[in-house]
């Protein structure tokens, strides 16, 4: 098959990676030097339209969509007008992340679990809810904000100043929801709208220091699998995974694609924290190493609408995934620092998030500049091997969590069964 992928992250390079490895052609814009040592890359991002026009040009068997910019953007609706299957939400089911008001408002109407929250369009009547709460307060930009856009506040000072953020922009929204303590875990499920399958479950790490401490990030590094117990997984299926997918057929815009959800469990079970409507970054770059069957396949099937579950196969080993962020970052990342890679071993991959320039002279140009993955029979096996190959990038002034993985095992599943 040929396989256009759109993004150019270090989860589209896990996305390119895999197709690589089932033996399709693979075409990727806007790319990245990672990617173009491995696929062919073309052109600069365009707006919706042109790229659907790019994938008819190319002769694309199937459209797989990275980031939710161009989910939003209706790139999906725009290759299925031309008739080029495109795996991902149409810009209508891609609200469910676009919007995080509407996506509140649809687990409500849906029974789904979630912690309760109000929504706001103006900082004054934000603000006089924010003084009737006792910390610690969160505080979501309504809007996609490439995962930045969540302030845990733990002053009611740093819940108005996050308030104030939010309410610069014009027509902005705010959520306030309840803080839930617990493990933090994410479950992706592809699906063609109604048959779905899970990956191995993974955690994240959001903040950007050592003990979950310091502003959010886009996500500093992914265990994989994130051990949770079957009866768990049970409820995540029944109470929140087919109630989401069943309510977003109900609601007249079928969920096509990666359906992320980020859930906390809690003593009173799994509880959504957030959905996003494509594979998580960095988890892609930790989930996808593990795939065993063919990701353009089951693309193609979901895009049809006939994803075979009973196909969608990982390995039984571990994975882990260090993320190498530049100076500055969250807030004002330094670029152009020239990195020099090391020659990955047999189930090491360094992907490639935010960087630039060729194999043999390249800078870093994001935050989140490397991916460095490995995969192991056990999760300590695999985040030594990781750390040992990151620790081996020259990158100066590299921003890396040396925890991750170290919540395995902290805190016991509370979900009652
Ligand atoms: N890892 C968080 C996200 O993809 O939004």
């Known amino acids: 098959m040929r396989v256009l992928v759109i993004g150019g992250g270090g989860r589209e390079h896990a996305i390119v990676h895999a197709c690589v490895r089932a033996g399709h052609e693979v075409l990727c ?6 990617i173009g040592g491995m696929a062919r890359v073309i052109g600069s991002a365009q707006d919706a339209a042109s790229l659907a026009q790019l994938a008819r040009t190319e002769a694309a068997d199937v459209v797989i969509v990275g980031p939710e910019a161009y989910l939003a953007a209706g790139v999906v609706d725009e290759c299925e007008a031309l008739g080029i299957p495109a795996f991902g939400p149409s810009r209508a089911a891609s609200r469910l992340e676009g919007d995080k008001a509407w996506s509140k408002a649809f687990m409500h109407r849906h029974g789904i679990p979630t912690a309760a929250h109000h929504t706001f369009s103006d900082l004054g009547a934000a603000g006089a809810h924010v003084a009737a709460l006792t910390p610690p307060i969160v505080v979501k930009d309504a809007g996609l904000k490439a995962g930045k856009g969540v302030t845990i506040a733990h002053t009611a000072e740093e819940a108005h100043a996050a308030l104030r953020d939010i309410f610069t922009q014009p027509g902005a929204q705010a959520v306030i929801e309840d803080f839930m303590t617990g493990q933090e875990v994410t479950v992706l499920a592809l699906t063609d709208g109604s048959a779905y399958a899970l990956t191995p479950p993974s955690q994240d790490h959001k903040t950007i220091h050592d003990g979950d401490t310091g502003p959010m990030t886009g996500g500093m590094g992914v265990i994989c699998p994130f051990s949770i117990s ?3 997984l049970e409820v995540v299926r029944r109470d929140i995974i087919e109630p ?3 309510g977003m057929r109900a609601d007249g815009h079928p969920f096509r694609g990666v359906l ?3 859930l906390m469990l809690t003593p009173q079970g799994p509880k959504v924290v957030e959905f996003n409507a494509r594979f998580g970054d960095p988890e892609a770059e930790a989930v996808l190493p593990l795939l065993e069957s063919d990701l353009a396949r089951h693309a193609l099937d979901a ?3 006939q994803l075979q579950p009973e196909d969608v196969r990982f390995r039984d080993a571990a994975s882990a995934t260090i993320i190498l962020a530049a100076p500055g970052y969250p807030g004002e990342p330094q670029k152009g620092i020239p990195l020099t890679l090391p020659e990955p071993g047999p189930d090491e991959v360094i992907y490639h998030a935010g960087t630039t320039g060729s194999a043999a002279e390249l800078i870093s140009s994001g935050g989140r500049v490397l991916a460095v993955t490995a995969v192991a029979d056990t999760l300590n096996g695999a ?7 990151a620790d081996r990038v020259d990158f100066p002034g590299a921003q890396l969590r040396r925890d ?3 919540r395995i095992g902290a805190a016991p599943d509370p979900t009652p069964v």
């Open 303 to 305: 895009a049809r609408g």
């Open 29 to 34: 814009t806007p790319g990245n030097p990672g």
């Open 244 to 246: 989401t997918l069943a």
């Open 230 to 232: 079957a009866e768990t």
């Open 404 to 406: 991750i993985g170290a």
């Open 260 to 262: 992320y959800a980020g």
């Open 383 to 389: 985040l030594g091997r990781a750390y040992a190959l």
